[in-house]
């Protein structure tokens, strides 16, 4: 997400962050042979770390792997004076010029079904700032956009098709442990009965706080959110294609027809997480990747906790009751944004993430059973 593209932008200037680790520990499911499961407010226990804080029902059928970053070969400083940088180059706004042409739109223009987008829980993501072109390429297409400012109730939820939630958090506080949960078990279980009745929900959980802050409402559903950063080992730029068989086959990714294939999607840093073995997979995470558990976002040290990407998926779908969900382990690859001083593209404006505005588009196309 932000400030993955401005550390890359500082990478470019000195050598690569590279990461050795030792001390790998096997943590299987309670039905396996080695012993302990992640429940409620579970710590890693010889490492101390509380970042799984998130998981919520139990693991039952993966198996993680856990590390211990012993040595960063290249010093703190640099990191530090990513930090720096970071704060010379500015944030992100919104890129208001963007468009995505759409030739044949699923709705007359505001004769679609309502699409809100929670903005009740200091969500980092909202209509008029980071997804601004998120809610307007949907308004091309003919859908309705509402911002959504109350909490979730039946009430609330019955104005709405499709919920949209995007990192949302408890308070305007520093990205540290513990998170604070962004959402109340009251609101957690109308939103599970809203979708069992027949809602659409879209959850968007980024990198740490996020997943850990959305962990009530993505539990209900049976996905254990990892509140941590995933990150490629190699630290190469994120695609998930099909040629690389990271992102699936799948109705999401197949679209209508051949024009609306989805072949290659770009990630800007988010999260893993563990899908129910009810949801089909969208994109897959591997060995290639680390989730990275830092006590603060963006502060790693030789001492950070490692959980490895196997067997960890960044985007799934399912189908629940009448309802249906997707979780994306990632945000700003449906933004569209200008980063720092040099206004760089990042999101669906990136000119390698052409093809991300047609997978919001299908993936709202699924939820409304267009697909």
Request: with cysteine; net charge positive.
């Amino acid at each position: 997400m932000n400030a993955r593209l401005l550390f890359t932008e500082v990478q470019s200037t000195a050598a690569r962050l590279s990461l050795k680790k030792k001390n790998r520990l096997t943590i299987a499911s309670p039905n396996g042979t080695k012993g302990a499961h992640f429940g409620p407010g579970w710590s890693f226990g010889a490492f101390g770390h509380p970042a799984t804080q998130s998981l919520n029902p139990p693991i039952t059928h993966h198996f993680l792997y856990l590390e211990e970053k012993t040595m960063i070969q290249k010093s703190i400083f640099l990191f530090t004076c990513c930090l720096a940088c970071f704060a010379a180059f500015g944030q992100q706004v919104a890129d208001t010029a963007f468009t995505f042409p759409i030739n044949k739109p699923m709705y007359p223009k505001g004769a679609g079904p309502v699409i809100t987008l929670d903005e009740a829980h200091f969500n980092f993501h909202t209509l008029d700032g980071r997804y601004y072109t998120f809610g307007k390429l949907l308004e091309s297409d003919g859908y309705v956009l509402r911002p959504g400012r109350e909490p979730f109730n039946p009430a609330s939820l019955s104005k709405t098709r499709i919920l949209v939630i995007a990192n949302a958090l408890a308070d305007n506080g520093p990205w540290r442990l513990p998170t604070r949960p962004a959402f109340t078990e009251q609101e957690a279980e109308a939103v599970q009965t809203w979708v069992k009745a027949g809602g659409r929900l879209f959850l968007i959980a980024d990198h740490m706080p996020f997943p850990a802050a959305a962990a009530p409402i993505a539990s209900v559903f049976g996905f254990n959110l990892i509140n941590g950063f995933a990150m490629r080992r190699d630290n190469r730029p994120e695609y998930f294609t099909r040629q690389g068989e990271n992102l699936t086959s799948n109705p999401i990714t197949n679209g209508r027809n051949k024009s609306e294939q989805i072949d290659s999607i770009r990630f800007f840093t988010g999260q893993g997480f563990i899908a129910p073995k009810a949801a089909t997979p969208i994109c897959v995470l591997g060995p290639e990747y680390d989730v990275l558990l830092p006590t603060v976002a963006w502060e790693f040290g030789d001492t950070t906790a490692v959980i490895s990407g196997r067997q960890l998926v960044n985007g799934a779908m399912m189908t629940y009751g009448k309802g249906r969900i997707v979780v994306m382990g990632e945000a700003a690859m449906f933004s569209a944004q200008l980063a720092g001083a040099q206004r760089q593209k990042m999101g669906m404006n990136a000119p390698d993430a052409r093809q991300n505005p047609q997978f919001l588009l299908n993936i709202i196309h699924w939820l409304d059973e267009k697909l």
